[in-house]
């Protein structure tokens, strides 16, 4: 019989409903049983994309003797990372306090029944070995500990809440103020970055290699704001070697979510909205900056790929594609090399030197991953041998779709959803494609009526049901989507949407004593740890989006409690990034336009007329800018955006800063130099 996950509406939680482990979801219903019956808790948190998480599966939770164990010892509760990301940072962190290593997935936790942790693993095979216990007797020695080493538990434990404790008063001993703060952060950072920075193949650190899309946008602002030529160098290496590898499916398009090898060849194959939504406004911003075809390409086939196979018929994106597919990971994606030459045919010995299948397999050296030569991506050739590569990709892509795909996660969450919306709308404006701007609202739009209700936003959607409360990722970055969103058709319900959600963010989550944003809004339910996260993840920091978003949004509104709200979240985090910059660059980006506000550029005339500026505007990479072209007739406009209408002139323009407005220009071509020069800088 199936268990409790079986009324879950979480794909990953879904998979484990027919497991004969009595598992929980988190919630009230499990801590009170762990509570009454004095039974430690068994935590395991997964993702349903997760190759190690199906491993452990398969091998143990699966396994009727193992579950006896699991049911006999403990009260077994299993998380949904995505749906819960605030369960998962908390023990992630603890992890590392009690492992002295990072953690990850899937990450297994022995807990108190009061959620405190005492012992804590990822990975634990059904038998001993790779020096690891075999499971079932890991979970006999974690009961016994429960049982028979009481007071060891309880002084770990107040160990661990102390430890939780100094995470937060360490970052409130800061004492920053804004009139003191310079671009020290920004310039630490990027030098942290330049000595991590892999000269040959691009990207941060050795092997697995993450694409790191925070780091690589500051990168590109700082290459614009004061002329920094390694950043622009770093930036441009890392993509076109990323965009060259095998971590970007090159019959599919969309980047996969980690490199195995230093020189992006072999990924992790599963595909996470996350990484993709960044990587699609990076492509674009760095193809602006270059005008490399190679990015072109990719932005087109990734913004295909999006809404061919993550885009929900009610608008929303889905959140991923798994690694693995008839139980191997990697096997919807590789190829042998006898069965590519059947299906090319003619043309398969140029397609095979263009894609290394003439190469030796780089695959568990029996098959072949698809990967261009570096520098292949820039040199395209000529037109009739492109053609003849063109119809070799269609041929493999067709026959791949034949096969048995990966499993997808269909559920929809709001934080992933407005980062692709913002992927989406910025390379749409950059690239002209209104398509793809249509596919940002579409997004857009099943949020506000799907998974905003009473004034909240809820985090998770599937089958018709929107759940769980929303966290501070889910409001800054849907913020940020609006803003960005603006800029290629402005709306005035949007703008106002925005402030909405502005005032629940502050409402929920700022921490009005010390500053900046907790995790988990006022209203959530008490955990052991409320944390306030600064430094970037796989995600942007959430209090860097904030202060990012907010300070944008007070320049197009003219509120200041959003401006304040941000300037207090950087006072708080500006010692630490001075003191440890690595991470930080989503907090730096907004320190940088808190140094320098953005312009406001506010375009007023008719629609047609303002879509021909507006269309010579977005081919511009002018980070610290925000273009608005507003028809002629809007109303409900903020008093710092109600620019006069001037008859008989096709558009005015206006450049402003706060509340210092240029003269108004009436020609594309000077406002043009006035943005490239830095009218306010």
């Known amino acids: 019989m199936p268990n409790r996950l079986a009324r879950e509406t979480s794909p990953y939680l879904q998979q484990h ?43 143990s939770f699966e396994d009727a003797e193992v579950a006896a164990v699991m049911n006999r010892l ?63 007797e890991l979970c006999e020695r974690m009961a016994a500990v429960w049982r028979e080493r009481r007071a060891e538990v309880d002084a770990q434990g107040e160990q661990v809440r102390i430890a939780f404790a100094r995470l937060e008063s360490r970052l409130a001993g800061g004492g920053a103020r804004a009139a003191d703060f310079d671009a020290a952060p920004i310039e630490e950072l990027l030098a942290n970055l330049r000595e991590q920075f892999d000269e040959e193949y691009g990207g941060f650190g050795p092997a697995p290699k993450f694409p790191h899309p925070t780091d690589l946008d500051l990168c590109l602002r700082r290459y614009v704001a004061v002329g920094d030529g390694s950043g ?49 406004a990076l492509l674009a911003d ?10 072109a390409r990719a932005a087109a086939e990734t913004a295909a790929w999006v809404m061919r196979e993550m885009q929900s018929p009610e608008g929303g994106y889905f959140s991923s594609l798994d690694a693995d597919s008839e139980g191997e990971e990697g096997r919807f994606y590789v190829w042998a090399r006898d069965e590519a030459r059947a299906l090319i045919g003619e043309d398969y010995a140029v397609f095979a030197a263009r894609y290394g299948l003439d190469e030796e397999p780089n695959f568990e050296e029996r098959l072949w991953h698809l990967r261009l030569a570096p520098g292949a991506g820039d040199s ?37 959803n407005a980062l692709m919306v913002r992927g989406m709308a910025r390379a749409g404006r950059a690239f002209g494609r209104a398509d793809w701007v249509a596919s ?59 402030q ?89 980006t907004a320190l940088e336009e808190a140094l320098s506000p953005p312009a406001t550029v506010i375009l007023r005339g008719e629609p047609e007329d303002l879509a021909d500026w507006s269309a010579v505007l977005a081919r511009e990479y002018w980070p610290a800018t925000l273009v608005l072209a ?41 406002l043009r130099r006035t943005c490239a020069q830095g009218a306010f800088r």
């Open 500 to 588: 909405d959600l502005a005032d629940a963010l502050l409402e929920q989550f700022e921490d009005a004593e010390a500053g900046g944003f907790w995790f988990t809004g006022r209203d959530h339910e008490r955990l052991v740890h409320r944390p306030k996260p600064g430094q970037d993840n796989a995600t942007p920091a959430g209090n860097g989006v904030a202060a990012y978003a907010l300070q944008r949004l007070a320049a197009l509104s003219g509120e200041e409690r959003y401006r304040y709200a941000a300037e207090r979240a950087l006072e708080l985090y500006y010692p630490t990034m001075r003191e440890y910059p690595a991470g930080f660059a989503s907090l730096a």
């Open 630 to 670: 507003i028809p002629a007739g809007a109303l409900a406009l903020p008093p710092v955006l109600d620019k006069p209408v001037e008859k008989d002139v096709p558009v005015n323009a206006w450049v402003c800063q706060g509340v210092t407005c240029l003269a108004p220009s009436r020609e594309l071509d000077v």
């Open 232 to 280: 622009l160098a770093m930036a441009d290496l890392t993509l076109t070697r990323m965009c060259e590898g095998g971590i970007y499916d090159h019959l599919g398009g969309g980047f996969c979510r980690y490199s195995t090898d230093a020189a992006w060849s072999i990924p992790h194959f599963e595909k996470m909205l996350y990484d993709n939504g960044p990587l699609l």
């Open 380 to 416: 395209p050739p000529d037109a009739q041998t492109q053609a003849r590569i063109e119809a070799a990709r269609a041929c493999l892509l067709a026959a791949r779709e034949r096969r048995v795909r990966p499993g997808r996660d269909e559920k929809i969450l709001v934080s992933w």
């Open 17 to 59: 409903a027919d497991n004969p482990v009595d598992w929980h979801p988190w919630g009230p219903e499990a801590l009170e049983k762990a509570r009454s019956e004095d039974k430690p808790i068994l935590l395991s948190v997964g993702y349903s994309a997760c190759h190690w998480c199906h491993v452990m599966a398969h091998e």
């Open 440 to 498: 940002a609202q579409r997004a857009m739009d099943f949020i506000r009526a799907r998974m905003w209700k009473d004034g909240r936003l809820l985090a998770t959607y599937k089958d018709g049901r929107a759940h769980l409360n929303a966290y501070l990722d889910d409001y800054a970055f849907l913020i940020d989507a609006a803003l960005e969103l603006l800029q290629g058709a402005f709306d005035a319900e949007l703008l106002a949407f925005a």
């Open 74 to 136: 403990f009260v077994n509760v299993k998380v949904d990372r995505e749906e819960r990301p605030d369960i998962d940072q908390i023990y992630q962190t603890a992890h590392q306090m009690l492992a002295q290593k990072v953690g990850g997935w899937p990450l297994t936790m022995f807990l108190a029944p009061d959620g405190t942790p005492y012992f804590a693993g990822t990975y634990f095979p059904r038998e001993s070995r790779y020096g690891l216990p075999g499971f079932a």
């Open 286 to 295: 760095a193809w602006r900056v270059t005008a490399k075809p190679l990015y």
